[in-house]
């Protein structure tokens, strides 16, 4: 043969000279007869492929068959693959790294134990695509669609009102699917257990897990909805057999895969043997095995783009193989979830039992997902090559003295190894072949803990593992050498060598044996320090409260009844939620509970979102460059790298906008750059545009930039550094005063005065910040994520300097947006637009979550200094003098001034506000400065219990219908006695209030107290998705035409500023546009009998009626509604007073709503508002680089949202019933926006806790707790030390 093969041995020989060769990839079609010339000898000859590698990957995606050669990049992922063939564009994406499971599919694999196929969820995103031979996947699409007619999944989803902007639904569809598949009779805790991958920011999960856990084996039938099959559940039914399709009848091609790509190759290998050979062939070239490649999750630089071979190692059944004998033999791919199933299902009276304990913990590592791809051998292999990495699976595995079998070409048989020696072992070459279990008699006391910042899906602050060998005849006596391992602590740190040693022969019985333990083990951790990590106190004192756990669990009754709460962790049982509203029939469609139109769409993957749509022919891709360093001056920025990359474009900067443009996102507000012309701002600040013909060639492009700068200051990451160093804006709003608040506080007996702040929040959209421009004939079509479509608009003009009307912005729907999509999409629509204008072609922005993270705005953060005084009980006077927080957008605090005071009666106040300008990302506010203040001034009221009381006392309402408020709004449209009714409830003498003074325990609280708010509404922020299910309901009320008509597609498209007017505005303009049809049609249907609205609206165009009607509302009119809204929560939550670790055990919100236009939709948006803040007091902690301003929790890994386990347990929402609000639209009053500032309560419930906790030690001190206020903080605020750690 001729050509430029290349030799690869056996492939095909010439029966001539017997060299071998590889046919050219074009020519090669599976078992086909081929003719070619031997390139050696000349010989012609015909030959079938008969070649041990193939050099295709043949697969099947929704049924369809689908065979590639080496086309796409080796590093190419499952997710792109799917996307860009737009073979499934409801299989979404936004972390890329295992974090959000937007990008959920199914797949069926083969399973060498039951030599069937199974089904798992997977992370489309960190699959590789050339690792799906023989698989099969399904997608959103694959379950139902419009045409085929939707599944019972997609379509239960959107009946629970599952749903708000539907960025995150097919992820969750096909995360149950996966669940059905593979066990079609889950419990309602299986199926609450599963879905730790998916994050959703909207709902609050309850509505998700309601219609979820409707399809558990243990539910009960809901009335409302029709029976469904099991067979419409599962998988596709065999047409031979009738039973669920295994898979089996698909011929597999045992043979293995060879793949060459440019500057790369990739392997499959059938056996261990070729394995071995192939690593020992390419010796010289960096290689990788890759099994489930999710380790690139977590660490990017081993993703298959650094390597020149790679070996995929699925196919080696030799690794798979499980055997129970005297000691367990597990192979290396085993996943998680294998191994999982492996342990939890050993014989419980052998020498392996223990094995079941660990399934809990294994449970713990990442996520349902994680664990169906990731083995637990490349879990391994991340420790060892990433020594700080707190892996769970190198913590138990070593606490239980588990061996490695290791194997390669240079070794003989096999090595085995311990964890330890593994650690130390050089891998080149070599492979994990199985895990070596011990036996282990029940006389082995085996605990292990995980302690993380939420309840899932995270990694550990500290993990452990410990195990003794006991005589619980002998006080506890320690029979040999103990293992303690943690995590977490240090790069080196495994064993507490010194604790192990000192315990051998000891009775950890006995107290003082304890006491010493502790003392020794203090003495032996020593953790890192960084940056990224929590603080050294706080991981010295977990790792002693978790022994002290350990030693509490296993002396049992000989512990004291009060501290025996410290044995256990907090268990969850599952959640649950209950809905409380009125409605009126009389009234319906209008106060109906509706599912929203338009869910169906979201649930199927069929709605659109911008990232969706198909590139325009020529189109190229965007990336910003960021700023390394805060404040400083630009020195050179130097592209030339960049512009190497094979596919990167050009290099935008900010002297390349066009003559007459602005380099300004914000042309009629406070300016602010497009792109950086000199003075760097803060870190991550956007300095230039790489322009390439990809968005992965883009980013990575953005990254090669070389930028020098000068006059680099240290950057100022939080507001004391502002304060500090005198960094203000020009004073924003003027003090706010009411009466003398000095003069009443000079007078006053008592006062309080301290400081109170909270932290900055991301907002967490699933759908980062994208733009496409399409520059046309006379200006330019835009596609942008925005909430504020004329900001876009002008920002596009200025930079471009065109005509306004020259630009066509569409949005039809967003991902998610929570205010970080008003202002600032319109840098990414600007920058978007310059570089379409630039390379005159539709040019792709989309942010990159690490990006997205660092550049755009977050929740601004606060501090406060306060000074407060309690004499005359709830109404108190109080004076606050600072409320500062960094580079806010400033216009409209003057307005929510009014909310901060939320005390209703004659409050003296002097509030003084200042902007602090950082070195930091410019801030994206809305709505948090409203519930930050609030917060701040809520914290002056140092015990809440006191207002409760308060307000139980009062004889007559708190407020008094048209009373004047401390400031201007005057007090009405609230019916208070529900609220006060609530209260009694919840605190009555049997509740569990009572039972907290009754608490025997040390170590567990339980406090309870409500937060009891007030908002002043004057619009309120939902978006696209929120919205349309309101205007839809009032359409169809207005016409008076059945509800069934609306279309589904019915798009909500404001012209002006989105985030001021909501259905606030929306509504009513769509009640004067239902008029104008009204009245248009009315003399036509004066002369029908009795039409139908479809008769009507036939004859109206035949009488030539303009069946269209415009309306047009503008803030500062007669629509714009005042009015206040209330509510009351009350949170119970539990403490881990050891850990920290804390659980919201039930919360009962009573909120406002007037008359709800749709409760079902307006329950969802008050959960989701709730959820979202538990957040923001509780988790989503923002940690800044000291040193280069640079945010270093900038990935779904290290920052927090609320995953479906972080919802309250019982979580209650009412409505307050016949409350019409007679200045709102039809009765109602907002929500969405309003209960984000109720879930304050689960913060002052875990305040409680700790004071409790401290009470209890005789620490009872003041302290500020400043939110969000993780497990770190509250554990640390416990002032544990090891002195009460006593066990009697
Ligand atoms: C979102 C997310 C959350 C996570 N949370 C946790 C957590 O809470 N706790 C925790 O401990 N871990 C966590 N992980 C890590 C996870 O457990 C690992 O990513 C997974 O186990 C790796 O297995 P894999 O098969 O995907 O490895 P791969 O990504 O395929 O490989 C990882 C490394 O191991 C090597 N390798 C794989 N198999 C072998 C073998 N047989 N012999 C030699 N080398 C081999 C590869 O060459 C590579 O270097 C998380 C990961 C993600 C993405
Ligand atoms: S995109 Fe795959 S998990 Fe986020
Ligand atoms: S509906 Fe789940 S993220 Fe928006």
């Known amino acids: 043969m001729s050509g430029p093969y290349k030799l690869l041995h056996g492939l095909v020989k010439c029966p001539v000279c017997h060299v071998g060769h590889i046919p050219p990839i074009s020519t090669l079609k599976e078992n086909g007869v081929y003719a070619g010339t031997c390139g050696n000898c000349g010989h012609f000859f015909k030959f079938q492929s008969v070649a041990p590698y193939r050099s295709s990957i043949t697969f099947f995606i929704n049924g369809s068959q689908y065979t590639i050669g080496n086309e796409y990049d080796p590093a190419t992922s499952l997710n792109e693959y799917l996307r860009a063939s737009r073979i499934s564009t409801g299989t979404k994406y936004m972390c890329r790294e295992g974090g959000c499971g937007t990008c959920m599919v199914n797949a069926k694999l083969f399973n060498v134990q039951t030599q069937s196929y199974v089904n798992y969820a997977i992370n489309s995103c960190l699959c590789p695509l050339y690792m799906i031979d023989g698989w099969e996947v399904t997608t959103v699409e694959g379950i139902g669609s419009k045409q085929k007619g939707y599944h019972p999944i997609q379509q239960r989803l959107g009946d629970y009102n599952g749903t708000q902007c539907g960025f995150c639904s097919p992820g969750h569809v096909m995360n149950m699917y996966s669940l059905l598949a593979r066990n079609p009779n889950p419990t309602k805790q299986e199926v609450e257990d599963s879905f730790g991958g998916v994050v959703c920011r909207c709902t609050g999960y309850r509505s998700i897990l309601d219609a979820m856990k409707s399809f558990a084996s243990n539910s009960t039938p809901n009335p409302r909805l029709p029976p469904t099959d099991i067979e419409d559940l599962s998988s596709k039914l065999c047409k031979k057999t009738g039973a669920p399709c295994t898979g089996n009848c698909r011929p597999r091609d045992p043979r293995g895969i060879h793949m060459v790509f440019a500057g790369a190759q990739w392997f499959s290998p059938s056996t261990l043997q070729e394995l071995y050979s192939l690593m020992t062939q390419y010796k010289d070239k960096s290689q990788r095995l890759v099994f489930g490649n999710t380790a690139t999750g977590v660490y990017k630089q081993i993703g298959p783009w650094s390597y020149d071979v790679l070996f995929n190692i699925r196919g080696i059944h030799e690794l798979e193989t499980v055997s129970f004998a005297n000691l367990a033999h597990i192979g290396a791919n085993v996943s998680l979830t294998q191994l999982m199933d492996i342990f939890g299902e050993v014989d419980p009276s052998g020498g392996f039992a223990y094995l079941r304990s660990l399934v809990e913990h294994i449970a713990k590592v990442g996520h349902t997902n994680v664990r169906n791809s990731g083995s637990w051998a490349g879990n391994l292999m991340m420790k060892q090559q990433f020594p700080d990495f707190p892996s769970d699976i190198f913590v138990i595995l070593e606490a239980i003295g588990a061996q490695l079998a290791l194997g390669g070409q240079d070794i003989p048989g096999q090595e085995l190894v311990s964890l330890l020696k593994f650690m130390d072992t050089s891998m080149t070459g070599k492979a994990i072949l199985y895990m070596v279990l011990p036996q282990l008699s029940a006389s082995f006391y085996i605990r292990t803990y995980k302690v993380m910042p939420r309840s899932q899906n995270a990694f550990a602050y500290v993990n452990a593992g410990i195990v003794m060998e006991l005589d619980p005849t002998n006080n506890f006596l320690c029979k040999q050498k103990p293992s303690i391992v943690y995590g977490g602590i240090s790069k080196t740190f495994v064993h507490a060598s010194k604790t192990e040693e000192y315990l051998k022969g000891k009775q950890l019985g006995d107290p003082t044996v304890i006491k010493e333990a502790l003392n020794t083990l203090s003495s032996e951790v020593v953790p890192d320090v960084g940056p990224a990590l929590s603080t050294v106190e706080y991981r010295k004192s977990l790792a002693l409260s978790l022994f002290y756990r350990y030693v509490l669990s296993v002396l049992g009754d000989k512990v004291g009844l009060r501290f025996r709460s410290g044995a256990s962790p907090l268990t969850r049982p599952l959640s649950s939620g209950q809905q409380s509203y009125g409605t009126k029939k009389i009234e319906w469609p209008l106060t109906q509970p509706l599912p929203k139109l338009g869910s169906i769409l979201q649930t199927s993957g069929e709605a659109q979102y911008i990232t969706d749509i198909p590139p325009i022919p020529g189109q190229l891709y965007a990336s910003f460059v960021l700023s390394t360093v805060g404040n400083a001056k630009i020195q050179t920025i130097d592209p030339a790298d960049a512009l190497k990359i094979p596919g990167v474009f050009k290099f935008i900067s900010a002297s390349d906008i066009p003559e007459g443009g602005k380099n300004d996102f914000m042309p009629s507000g406070n300016p602010e750059e497009i792109l950086c012309s000199g003075q760097v701002l803060f870190t991550s600040q956007a300095l230039g545009i790489i322009v390439a013909d990809n968005q992965i060639t883009a980013d990575d492009g953005a990254k090669a930039v070389k930028v020098t700068y000068t006059d680099i200051q240290s950057p100022i990451t939080n507001i004391s550094d502002g304060i500090q160093k005198q960094s203000f804006f020009p004073k924003p709003v003027p003090d706010l005063v009411v009466g003398d608040a000095e003069k009443a506080i000079a007078n006053s007996p008592k006062t309080f005065s301290g400081t109170i702040g909270l932290g900055a929040q991301y907002h967490f959209h699933t759908e980062t910040q994208i733009s496409i421009c399409n520059p046309t004939e006379d200006g330019m079509d835009v596609w942008t994520s925005t909430q504020w479509i004329d900001g876009a608009m002008d920002a596009i003009a200025s930079v471009l300097n065109i005509e306004k009307n020259s630009i066509n912005v569409e949005v039809k729907r967003v991902g998610g947006a929570f205010g970080a999509k008003i202002t600032r999409n319109s840098q990414v629509a600007a920058g978007c637009a310059l570089a379409a204008r630039i390379m005159n072609r539709p040019v792709r922005m989309m942010l990159n979550i690490h990006d997205n993270m660092e550049m755009i705005g977050k929740r601004i953060p606060y501090y406060a200094e306060y000074q407060v005084t309690t004499q005359f009980g709830w109404d108190c006077s109080s004076r606050s003098q600072y409320s500062i927080w960094d580079n806010g957008i400033l216009s409209e605090l003057g307005t929510k001034k009014d909310d901060a005071n939320n005390s209703d009666d004659d409050t003296e106040t002097t509030q003084s506000e200042k902007t602090c300008r950082s070195a930091k990302d410019l801030a994206s506010v809305f709505l948090s400065h409203r519930f930050n203040q609030i917060y701040v ?266 995953t479906t386990k972080d919802i309250p347990i019982d979580f209650r929402v009412q409505f307050l019933k016949d409350a019409p609000n007679p200045v709102g639209v039809l009765r109602s009053k907002a929500v969405g926006e309003p209960p984000l500032c109720m879930s304050a309560s689960a913060m002052f419930a875990l305040k409680h806790a700790v004071e409790a906790a401290r009470q209890d030690i005789g620490k009872d001190t003041y302290f500020p707790l400043y939110a969000p206020a993780t497990v770190e903080k509250l554990q640390s605020n416990c002032l544990l030390d090891i002195s009460q750690f006593i066990v009697a």
């Open 937 to 1202: 001034k809520d914290s002056q009221f140092l015990n809440l219990r006191l207002v409760t009381e308060t307000l139980l006392q009062k004889g007559s309402n708190v407020v008094t219908l048209g009373t004047i408020s401390g400031v201007h709004s005057v007090l009405e449209q609230v019916a208070i006695p529900p609220f006060r009714i609530l209260l009694r409830s919840i605190f009555a003498p049997e509740s569990s209030l009572q039972l907290l003074s009754n608490l025997v325990h040390c170590w567990q609280t339980i406090p309870i107290p409500p937060v009891v708010r007030r908002l002043h509404i004057s619009g309120a922020l939902l978006h696209y998705e929120g919205l349309a299910p309101y205007c839809t309901t009032v359409l169809p009320s207005t016409l008076d035409v059945f509800f069934g008509l609306v279309s589904s597609q019915t798009r909500v498209v404001p012209l002006q500023c989105f985030c001021k007017p909501t259905h606030i505005f929306f509504c009513p303009a769509i009640i004067e546009c239902c008029q104008i049809l009204i009245t248009k049609m009315a003399p036509v249907k004066a002369k029908m009998v009795d039409p139908t609205w479809q008769q009507l609206v036939q004859k109206c165009l035949e009488e030539g009626i303009d069946l269209t009607a415009r309306y047009f509302i503008f803030p500062n009119t007669e629509y714009v509604f005042q009015y206040n809204s209330y509510g009351v929560t009350c949170t119970e939550v539990d403490l881990d007073v050891l850990t920290g670790e804390n659980q919201i055990a039930r919360v009962d919100l009573l909120y406002d709503c007037g008359e709800s236009l749709n409760p079902a939709i307006d329950v969802g948006q008050a959960e989701g508002a709730f959820v979202f803040g538990l957040g923001y007091w509780l988790m989503e902690e923002l940690k800044f680089d000291p040193k280069s301003g640079q945010l270093i929790t900038n990935s779904t890994l290290n920052y927090h949202p609320p």
